[in-house]
Nanobody, 123 residues
């Protein structure tokens, strides 16, 4: 049974930083691709960043490049999303997701999801 539990969200002023964590259990090998998604009020959920458990070649959407960093602990336990220079438009519920297989931005391809953590950035 795979479980993903996000933590680290909160309220921060514009320009501030937060570090999200995704505690993963039940992932039995390194062939999972891990993604962070977000959903802002009134908007569809979107891919934010993704990485394999090796940490090689992470992917980011253009709006977070240079500000967000995705990483793993290489032990299939925790995935992190370091978010710096946060902007009000980053306000959303952030979700961790896992899929068995290659990298993709398509949320329908992800097999497992956490319940999300709220990130609110004030101006």
């Amino acid at each position: 049974q795979v479980q993903l539990v996000e933590s680290g969200g909160g309220l921060v002023q514009a320009g501030g930083s937060l570090r999200l964590s995704c505690a993963a259990s039940g992932l039995t090998n390194s062939r999972y691709f891990m993604g962070w998604f977000r959903q802002a009020p009134g908007k569809e959920r979107e891919f934010v960043a993704g990485v394999s458990w090796s940490g090689i070649n992470p992917n980011y959407i253009d709006s977070v490049k240079g500000r967000f960093t995705i990483s793993t602990d290489n032990a299939w336990n925790t995935v992190f999303l370091q978010m710096n220079n946060l902007k009000p438009e980053d306000t959303a519920v952030y979700y961790c997701a896992a899929r068995y297989g290659s990298r993709t931005y398509d949320e329908d391809s992800y097999n497992y999801w956490g319940r999300g953590t709220q990130v609110t950035v004030s101006s």
